[in-house]
């Protein structure tokens, strides 16, 4: 790793909390029983969407699920929707919460350390209103939200967003995730440092670079700042 790297960009899901897939599978499944909306279709047309709802062409949630549940040949109520506005949130608020306390411990000690921390993550926007009330803010100068930003990894646009927040060039970085969306590949042609954790999933089996199977390792695998 280069002796110039200062900055330190995160992913969120399945880095520094759960991605949650078993969760999400149960409770998209409560949502389209809720919204009176074929299964199938549901999944295939939510899943289809998933760049418009990271970067938030069809607004809000309840406004996301409505185009969505429309696109199935559905027309659920102002009720249903807001149900299943409601579960999607609780989805979102019980994951970002649960952040295992060597993670936080290894946050602390980058942080004492000297790095300067970013978030860089794909979510939709009622997860990025959602952060506020987990316990990772206090850890971080500077977030890019792709809901915020108007562009999702591996767009560049969105780790140029968390840089020019630190006040640094993309070759000062180290870049942790877990792979899912391209993000590593995404992250190394902007010159960043990647580096792939497997601790809560394991997204991208073909990336060959550095690996940790634990957040706790980074501060030993990275040392201190330039």
């Given amino acids: 790793m280069s002796g110039r790297r200062r900055a330190l960009l995160l992913d969120l899901f399945s880095t520094l909390v759960p991605g949650g897939e078993a969760e999400r599978d149960v409770v998209n499944q409560k949502m389209c029983e809720v919204l009176g909306v074929d299964r ?14 990271f970067t938030g062409a069809y607004g809000d949630l309840p406004s996301t699920l409505r185009v969505i549940a429309r696109r199935t040949g559905a027309d659920p109520t102002d009720g249903q929707v807001q149900e299943a506005t409601s579960l999607r949130r609780e989805l979102s608020r019980r994951l970002l919460k649960a952040v295992p306390a060597g993670t936080l411990g290894a946050l602390a000690e980058l942080r004492a350390a000297g790095w300067r921390i970013g978030l860089v993550s794909n979510i939709t926007a009622e997860t990025q209103l959602q952060w506020r009330e987990s316990p990772l803010p206090p850890y971080f100068e500077t977030t890019a939200f792709s809901a915020e930003v108007g562009a999702a990894k591996p767009e560049p646009e969105i780790y140029l967003a968390a840089c020019n927040g630190l006040g640094v060039a993309p070759a000062d970085c180290v870049f942790v995730g877990d792979g899912n969306d391209k993000e590593l590949p995404g992250a190394s042609a902007l010159g960043m440092y990647a580096i792939r954790t497997t601790e809560h999933s394991d997204s991208d089996p073909s990336w060959t670079g550095p690996t940790v199977t634990s957040f706790t390792e980074l501060p030993s695998l990275i040392g201190t700042p330039a």
């Fill in 40 to 53: 199938d279709a549901f999944l295939r047309e939510f899943a289809a969407a998933s760049y418009e709802r």
